[in-house]
């Protein structure tokens, strides 16, 4: 069974990248024993910030201090 921070802490994660206007369709977002992790192909959403990797920096920085994760890894393409 998953731990309920674990599953709070992914939907914050979720959260925090549409607010910034992150298109994750064909990412892997989750966290798991409190490493958050983004895997795949991220893209801005239309009207978002057309620099993603930037977008992706301020939401690790937001999620860190939020202390909901201990670690994050990023392993991603980032699209225009």
């Known amino acids: 069974m998953a731990d309920p921070n674990d599953v709070a802490a992914t939907k ?6 549409g607010r910034r206007f992150v298109d994750v369709g064909q990412a892997d ?3 798991s024993h409190g490493v958050a992790y983004i895997r795949g192909v991220v893209k801005p959403i239309k009207g978002g910030n057309p ?3 930037e977008s992706i ?12 994760v201990r670690d994050v890894v ?6 225009t």
Do not use: M
Request: with cysteine.
């Open 12 to 17: 914050a994660l979720r959260s925090e990248l």
């Open 29 to 31: 977002v989750r966290v």
């Open 51 to 53: 620099n993603v990797k």
């Open 57 to 68: 920096d301020t939401v690790i920085k937001v999620i860190r201090q939020k202390g909901l």
């Open 74 to 79: 990023v392993d991603c393409a980032f699209r």
